[in-house]
């Protein structure tokens, strides 16, 4: 009997120090350092890597992290790497979330694990509506609508759900009935941390056009024509069916392509939208917006309304108690000008202060692009193009646009912390020290 303890006991000592080893490898071949860089915790990090044949393996399978030399919790902990993409140069060009440290002149090292890390941020297709999900260890961030939505498939809100959604003779008058088209290409709904709702769709009233997270232009000349693809007037987006998905450790990401119809015959722009989902900190999650339109006919514009009012990035938020809608921009004379806005409020869903922040990218066409508000309307966005102006799609190089959204708790953050988060937005990818390398 003793000897079958002894011999249990060595069994279960073997096996637990097999687990454990089986749970990371220190590799050998790099240590990396980002002294003296700019970084901001809690934030997505882009980090070229030239990698040995193991590391680059480990990278496409999701188990390269890096170990630190903070402690948390009394135990060194791995911080999840995912693959953004491979250059042209063989590089692997990875990303992580920068932790809470107070010192970033910190060696890394780089970790190759056994078995692959857990993909929190998942991307799906509802096996129902056939309309595209971001989950976060399964909760749901948002839903990028790629079919098309009407009416009876709009995702509302509690609120909205308990009264009656029936449209009346005065509400189904000329606007109304003109302009409640059935639509897709558009995020919504996008939840709070606390799972709110902060996204309004097909709102009843005189504007069942707005659809929550939209890039539209009210204006789009072809030609001597014009239409509107923000009301969904001549002109609409459609899906090709070209559409690829990433989940990861780090982040989920959506590319889907849609064609511009005119008339929902010719196909007159190419669109490309990038959504990539960021895991969340206690505090705020991370969005990242990217538009690619690229001109399939000569003699195309778009422009705002009127030229001098909205269109572009479009935001239809649900309506808050306390709502506070707030903008930014640097004066023309400074380096860099920033710009950004935030909306903010108590939402249906949770009993404190939450909001969405919009960055502005310093490298879009015509930045910085001009705030509009509608508090009416829980309404703040950033125009494209300039007032007064129409900007032509070229056949020969696409128009990119690129926005950082911010979801939040809390109101308003101050103006330090709000510039922070524009600088932390304006990193490029980095090239860090690296020590110890081998031949691996």
């Known amino acids: 009997m003793k000897n079958r303890i002894s011999i249990s006991f060595v069994i279960i000592i073997i096996l637990i120090w097999g687990m454990f080893a089986c749970v990371q490898k220190r590799s050998k071949s790099m240590t990396v350092e980002f002294g003296g860089m700019q970084l901001f915790s809690n934030t997505p990090v882009s980090v070229v890597f030239r990698l040995g044949e193991s590391q680059m393996i480990s990278a496409k399978d999701g188990r390269l992290g890096l170990v630190g030399e903070h402690v948390e919790n009394g135990k060194a902990n791995i911080i999840p790497m995912q693959l953004k993409r491979i250059d042209e140069d063989g590089n692997a060009v990875m990303v992580f979330i920068f932790p809470e440290v107070s010192d970033v002149n910190l060696k890394y090292e780089l970790v190759e694990t056994e078995v692959p890390g857990d993909n929190i941020m998942l991307t799906k297709m509802d096996s129902e509506t056939r309309q595209m999900e971001i989950e976060e260890s399964g909760k749901k961030v948002l839903q990028y609508n790629y079919q098309t939505v009407y009416d009876e498939d709009v995702v509302r809100s509690r609120n909205e759900m308990l009264e009656e959604h029936i449209r009346s003779e005065k509400d189904t008058f000329i606007t109304t009935s003109i302009y409640a088209v059935p639509r897709s290409d558009y995020i919504h709904p996008l939840f709070g941390l606390e799972g709110e709702m902060l996204t309004r769709d097909w709102p009843d009233g005189g504007h069942p056009h707005h659809r929550a997270i939209f890039w539209a232009w009210p204006e789009v000349t072809y030609g001597s024509e014009i239409g509107d ?55 705020e999650r991370i969005i990242d917006l990217i538009i690619r339109l690229d001109a399939l006919k000569d003699s195309i514009s778009i422009a705002t309304r009127n030229t001098d009012s909205y269109g572009g990035l479009n935001l239809r938020m649900m309506t808050p108690e306390d709502q506070v809608i707030s903008y930014f921009t640097d004066k023309a004379d400074v380096n860099p000008v920033r710009a950004w806005s935030d909306f903010s409020g108590v939402f249906v869903g949770n009993d404190q202060p939450s909001g969405l922040m919009v960055l502005q990218h310093k490298d879009n066409p015509e930045y910085p692009g001009k705030w509009v508000e509608y508090p009416n309307l829980a309404w703040v966005q950033p125009t494209f193009p300039t007032p007064k102006t129409r900007y032509s799609l070229s056949t020969r190089e696409p128009l990119v646009l690129r926005y950082r959204l911010l979801v939040h708790k809390g109101g308003k953050p101050d103006a330090e912390i709000s510039m922070k988060k524009w600088d932390a937005y304006h990193i490029d990818e980095i090239i860090p020290v690296v020590f110890n390398r081998s031949s691996k």
């Open 229 to 283: 693809i923000y009301a969904l007037q001549r002109i609409f987006a459609r899906p090709t069916g070209n559409i690829e998905s990433t989940s990861g450790q780090v982040f989920a990401q959506i590319e889907a392509e849609n064609l511009w119809m005119w008339e929902d015959s010719i196909a007159i722009v190419k669109e490309l939208a990038t959504i990539r989902v960021y895991s969340a900190s206690s505090t």
